[in-house]
T-cell receptor, first 114, second 118 residues
């Protein structure tokens, strides 16, 4: 069935270190992947996306890596700051869907140690 | 801020009642998607509206229905509320891709409406 899962439900990182959040997906038909950040009491905030014809994409302090062979997605955050504390969701869009149905994982909570 | 607004921010209803939630999409976006997010879980796709018509639906019963208006704003209606309907309801707007506008790219979310059913 369709599912997007995460290896770790929580991640604690020292301020200033790099964070790596991992995600496994099972739907090989997905053609588009997104990372969202959700802070308490807010809606998900778009961070970065990647299409299935790419394996790496960089943004400001963030990098997304896609490994289609093992169906793995990761989000790297450089020099983690207190403001990065949030729940991070990976999400995928199935290619066969006429609508832009996005399937979310259950999320990873990132906490920053001072 | 994404420019997507939702109302109300919070709502308390009792079982069996009906509720209407509203969403205004970001300027230039013609597609609105609705999601349900239970506590501690990721959002679940309810349905999507494109040019005032439903364009895809998730695994939600017919008592979940919606509308999209000519200005692309949208409503989510839930009839016969159940306790399990308590959740954060999220609206996301997006713009269709050239050549196939029903397939859109980035979805931008509003702050959500938190619904509590007692």
């Amino acid at each position: 069935g369709e599912s997007v899962g995460l290896h770790l439900p929580t991640l604690s990182v020292q301020e200033g270190d790099n964070s790596i959040i991992n995600c496994a997906y099972s739907n090989s038909a997905s053609d588009y992947f997104i990372w969202y950040k959700q802070e308490s009491g807010k809606g998900p905030q778009f961070i970065i996306d990647i299409r299935s014809n790419m394996d790496k994409r960089q943004g400001q302090r963030v990098t997304v890596l896609l490994n289609k062979t093992v169906k793995h997605l990761s989000l790297q955050i450089a020099a983690t700051q207190p403001g990065d504390s949030a729940v991070y969701f990976c999400a995928e869009r199935p290619r066969y869907s006429s609508a832009s149905k996005i399937i979310f994982g259950s999320g990873t909570r990132l906490s920053i140690r001072p | 801020e994404t420019g997507v607004t939702q109302s109300p921010t919070h709502l308390i209803k009792t079982r069996g009642q009906q509720v209407t939630l509203r969403c205004s999409s970001q300027s230039g976006h013609n597609t609105v998607s609705w999601y349900q997010q239970a506590l501690g879980q990721g959002p679940q796709f309810i349905f999507q509206y494109y040019r005032e018509e439903e364009n895809g639906r998730g695994n939600f019963p017919p008592r979940f229905s919606g509308l999209q208006f000519p200005n692309y704003s949208s409503e989510l209606n839930v009839n016969a509320l159940e306790l399990d309907d308590s959740a954060l309801y999220l609206c996301a707007s997006s713009r269709g891709l050239a050549g196939d506008e029903r397939r859109t790219r980035t979805q931008y979310f509003g702050p959500g409406t938190r619904l509590l059913v007692l």
